[in-house]
């Protein structure tokens, strides 16, 4: 049977479709419509339409940002948050006329990774992505673990400082607000009165303001992840999005991180993706 895979994410809506052999057959990306539901909506329709043409039989997997209430079946959770209190499955199924499987994002990306990709010789994997917004996944003997409530591996909402930043959530002091792309960009705002991209920042990490910025980025980063490994102590950390493209986060990032681990003995590997922007796309297939 074919697999088509959808990963509907902020700024890209991907659609791969895979063959028995899970070979990518078909490719392709449409940007994503701005906070607007029925047009995100209609995208996704017209992209599966189109990914599957000629192919009689597929089954369909999505990925979104958020995760699926079990008690209400909407969109809860959510850094796209036109989504939030949406019923995308039911809505998408009558749009397309197909049964769909739809996970969180961050959860698709794990199960991509621990079944393809850098983390495959792996037993329990924790994927975490780090980019517009935080989030992680957890991958058990190849089986996701969403837990009771769906929001297992939600590491970018535990809370980091007590009254701290304030988040979207309601909450105050979330991970997502201190090591997420736009809360470092914030922070690099509030230290030089600059409005610069993370590309532009990086560039000037060496300089004492930079120093003084990364540092704040590695401590919190460092004390994020401890706290994870303290309780789930997972066999291999894999790190996406866009900021899994830092060289730093797998060196001295590394080193912030085992600094805090509640334990003599630390070595959880910290590794890169290997499959890139596309895990969340390859993990939908996989549902």
Not at 153 to 182: A, M, Q
Request: aromatic share 6%; glycine share 12%; proline share 2%.
């Amino acid at each position: 049977m074919y697999r088509v895979g959808v990963d509907l994410g902020g700024t890209k809506i991907e659609s791969v479709l895979l063959d028995g052999s899970h070979n990518v057959v078909k490719r392709k990306r449409i940007s994503t419509p701005h906070n607007d539901y029925l047009q995100i909506l209609n995208s996704i329709s017209d992209l599966v339409m189109e990914i599957s043409e000629n192919v009689d039989d597929f089954s369909l997997g999505i990925c979104t940002p958020g995760a699926i209430s079990k008690q209400t079946g909407l969109i809860k959770n959510s850094n796209t948050q036109c989504l939030i209190g949406k019923n995308i499955k039911l809505d998408l199924e009558n749009l397309i006329g197909q049964t769909i499987s739809i996970e969180n994002d961050a959860n698709c990306f794990a199960m991509a990774e621990a079944t393809f990709g850098v983390a495959s010789d792996y037993k329990m994997v924790l994927g975490v992505i780090i980019g517009t917004g935080v989030g992680g996944g957890i991958v058990i003997d190849k089986k996701l673990h969403s837990g009771r409530t769906n929001i297992a591996g939600e590491w970018g909402h535990h809370v980091l400082h007590h009254n701290g930043n304030l988040c979207y959530c309601g909450k105050t002091g979330c991970v997502e607000t201190y090591i997420s792309g736009p809360s470092l960009e914030k922070h690099w705002a509030r230290l030089t009165g600059k409005s610069q991209n993370l590309p532009e920042i990086l560039s000037n990490v060496d300089s004492e303001i930079g120093k003084k910025w990364k540092n704040n980025f590695l401590e919190n980063f460092g004390f994020g992840l401890a706290n994870v490994i303290d309780i789930l102590d997972p066999d291999v950390i894999v790190l996406g999005g866009g900021l899994s493209n830092i060289d730093f986060l797998y060196t001295e990032g590394k080193d912030s991180v085992y600094d805090k681990v509640f334990s003599d003995l630390v070595d959880t590997p910290i590794l890169k993706n290997n499959l890139g922007d596309s895990a969340g796309v390859i993990g939908a297939c996989m549902l």
